[in-house]
């Protein structure tokens, strides 16, 4: 195979243009996705918990259950989302939420407003309880 | 036309009124036989004279007498008396009286106590006579008892207390009036006349006999006058008349109306007996004139007849001035009104079932435009009044500016006070900007809205008035179409017809029920009221207790719970006081707890759609 100096000009260009789009870290950065939300909890037998994502952005999203043994119930008041979760807690994946920008999710205020034991006594909530947001 | 005529015949006249006399007792004798055993039937003229000493039964001092053609006199007492405001309210009105005699009075007036009392004929208004009489003209006759000395007060010093300058009683009456033809004519004797009779014949310490001093003083006088071009008759005479019974003992003059002969007419003049101490007095001329055109006294319900700084018919002695001494104020709108001095269309008689405002302008000096008087009816004889008084014309020293209330009674007007303190001529009764009198028994209230430059902007509502307060998700409807349809706070509806019966309808949304009502209702079911005094019904819609509302609660999308509602959720959870996740899990997912709250159908129910937005 021989190649003329133009086309390997124009070989390099679509190389470096490969190389460039096939870079995922930099393409599929912003692109609309479903989260999964992360809880640790202190506790091996929460029952319930009232979650808070405080700073959504104006687009329609859903919230849906990770565990069939955890009812999930959410609603949304302006730019914040309430979302109680019923069953055998622990620690680990509660329930998924999106679609959301990375962008979005990276700015949400993700709390554990109240938790309840099995035996629904309250437990207030403290730094113990965390909330993270990852990519599914 | 002069009725004043001049060379009175005297002697002729003295022998006319000593046979009235005579037959006078024969009469009352006739009617009597022995004293407290007979009864009898009086027919004649009812007249009112304020001659009377106030008590408790007779706070107003008001004495009532049954009048014949001639002028003859009897006194009559009511069975009981509460039946006094009824019987004034027959007041120069022809009446036939079942009596029984209780004592003898003195000078040829007996007293007897009614056992009954009718009005006979065609029922005039009381002062339907003077109404007819044009200009209400008063004589002033002057009489002097047979053993005084000619007084030293002369005609033409009588012409200056009722003529027409500043505070003359002309020029007084036609301020009230707002008209100056009232009292343009009148008029005073040239001359003193002589009485038949010395003083001690007429006035006998405390009781003064009023029949017989007007039949012999205008007998006296008819010769020179001709009573019929008058409506009122003066009888001014060179002494005193009776004393008061108890402190501080001061002479007395009174003021009513009587029924004579003369002229050839038989008809009632008001009239004035006047004690020579008060001829030159403003105040009480005009105050025994106004009973003389028909004018009880008013005043707070104290017990005290002249308690009252708003009406020359109570307290009367309000300012000073050099040289006339004492002088008055106006007379409160209820009397000019029945006088037929508030002209129609500046009367305000606001309508049942209505709320209406206008401005009430002041009465003494009053403006061209704006209404004068209102008028609200409040139960039968009885009505209540509304007026501005501001310091104008003779109403030159008032308590101060505000709308005044007076109820009336059978005609007689008592101040509306509502601090009920003993003083109507306080705070309690002057109604102020931003105040509200409210009588919801009768059916009305009186708000001041705003303070005007010639008076104040006032609404009247009238109306039993029905609040229905609505909390939570339902309606309220009546049974009457249209009448109350409320939905959310307050609603209010006026009745115009007192004992109205309403039945209330309680209809709640979807997913709430009614709690209960209060206030004049009580219980789940309808409501039947009677509207004989202001209403106010609670309805309180609840959310009911599905699961899928306590849900949207914790989820912050429902907040009509009540409290007990809340208590009782928390109860069924964790019991620490707060409704909390705990508690709703427990609601959801308990057993026990699912049994007690009897269902869990509406948690499996799909949520609220707006869960997620």
């Known amino acids: 195979m021989t190649t003329s100096p133009r086309a390997a000009a124009l070989l390099s260009l679509a190389l470096l243009l490969t190389a460039a789009c096939g870079n995922p870290a930099t393409i599929t950065s912003d692109a609309q996705a479903t989260f999964v939300v992360n809880l640790t909890t202190p506790h091996a037998d929460d029952g319930a918990v009232l979650i808070t994502l405080a700073g959504l952005p104006s687009t329609p999203m859903d919230v849906t259950s990770i565990d069939s043994r955890l009812v999930v119930y959410s609603a949304r008041i302006a730019d914040t989302l309430r979302i109680a979760v019923f069953g055998p807690i622990a620690s680990g994946p509660l329930v998924q939420v999106g679609p959301l920008r990375p962008s979005a999710a990276a700015r949400l205020d993700a709390r554990v407003e109240e938790a309840a034991s099995r035996g629904n006594e309250l437990r207030a909530p403290s730094s113990d309880y965390l909330l993270a947001l990852r990519p599914r | ?613």
């Open chain 2, 1 to 613: 036309m002069p009725h004043v005529r001049t060379s009175p015949t005297r002697g002729a006249r003295i022998e006319s009124t000593m046979g009235r006399v005579v037959a006078g007792c024969a009469l009352i004798a006739a009617l009597t036989g022995p004293l407290g055993a007979q009864q009898s039937t009086l027919t004649g003229r009812l007249h009112h004279v304020w001659d009377a000493e106030a008590t408790s039964d007779n706070p107003d001092g008001v004495a009532a007498y049954v009048v014949d053609d001639a002028g003859r006199g009897t006194r009559i007492v009511p069975a009981a008396p509460s039946d006094r405001s009824q019987q004034y309210s027959f007041d120069r009105r022809r009446v036939e009286v079942q009596t029984e005699v209780i004592r003898q009075g003195p000078t040829n007036s007996p007293s007897v106590r009614v056992r009954s009392l009718r009005v006979i004929g065609v029922v005039p208004s009381p002062i339907a006579s003077l109404h007819g009489t044009t200009g209400l003209d008063f004589i002033t006759v002057l009489c002097r008892f047979a053993d005084d000395p000619t007084p030293l007060l002369s005609p033409s010093q009588m012409e200056r207390v009722v003529g027409p300058t500043y505070p003359g009683m002309r020029q007084y009456f036609g301020e009230l009036s707002s008209s100056p033809d009232v009292m343009a004519g009148n008029q005073v004797t040239t001359v003193w006349f002589d009485l038949p009779q010395p003083r001690s014949y007429y006035v006998q310490g405390t009781q003064t006999a009023i029949g017989t001093l007007a039949t012999d003083c205008t007998t006296a006088a008819d010769a020179e006058v001709y009573f019929p071009a008058f409506a009122g008759i003066n009888l001014q005479f060179s002494s005193g008349l009776a004393t008061r019974a108890t402190a501080p003992y001061d002479v007395l003059s009174f003021g009513g109306s009587w029924t004579l002969t003369l002229d050839q007419q038989t008809r009632d003049w008001g009239m004035t007996w006047m004690s020579v101490e008060h001829a030159e007095n403003y105040v009480v001329y005009a105050h025994e004139m106004g009973h003389a055109l028909g004018w009880p006294h008013s005043s707070g319900r104290y017990g005290n007849e002249y308690d009252s700084a708003w009406d020359v018919m109570s307290r009367g002695y309000l300012r000073y001035e050099l040289p006339w001494g004492w002088l008055t104020v106006h007379t409160i709108g209820a009397y000019k009104d029945a006088m037929g001095w508030i002209p129609a269309n500046r009367r305000w008689t606001p309508a049942a079932g209505s709320v209406t405002s206008n401005t009430l302008v002041r009465g003494a000096l009053a403006p061209a435009q704006g209404h004068l008087l209102a008028i609200i009816p409040s139960g039968p004889n009885r009505f209540y009044t509304a007026e501005t008084r501001m310091v104008a014309g003779h109403d030159g020293t008032l308590p101060g500016p505000a709308v005044v209330l007076h109820e009336v009674d059978y005609g007689r007007a008592y101040v509306t006070d509502s601090d009920r303190n003993g003083d109507p001529n306080d705070a309690g009764a002057m109604w102020t900007p931003g105040e509200t009198f409210t009588d919801s028994i009768a059916g009305l209230s009186v708000r001041v809205d705003a303070e005007t430059q010639d008076g104040f902007a006032v609404t009247i509502t009238r109306g039993w008035r029905l609040d229905v307060n609505v909390t939570g998700e339902g309606t309220v409807r009546s049974a009457v179409a249209g009448d109350i349809d409320c939905d959310a706070g307050t609603c209010s509806h006026l009745f115009p017809t007192r004992g109205t019966g309403v039945q209330l309808t309680a209809e709640p949304l979807p997913g709430w029920s009614l709690a209960e009502w209060t206030g004049a209702c009580a219980g789940r079911s309808d409501c039947t009221l009677t509207m004989g005094d202001t209403r106010t019904v609670r309805a309180e819609f609840r959310r009911q207790l599905l699961a899928s509302a306590v849900l949207e609660r914790l989820l912050g999308q429902s907040l009509h719970f009540a409290a007990d509602q809340l208590a009782f959720i928390d109860g069924l959870g964790n019991g620490n006081g707060e409704f909390d996740v705990g508690d709703v899990r427990a609601w959801l997912l308990d057993p026990d707890a699912a049994a007690l709250q009897g269902s869990l159908a509406a948690f499996a129910a799909p949520l609220d759609p707006r869960r997620i937005s």
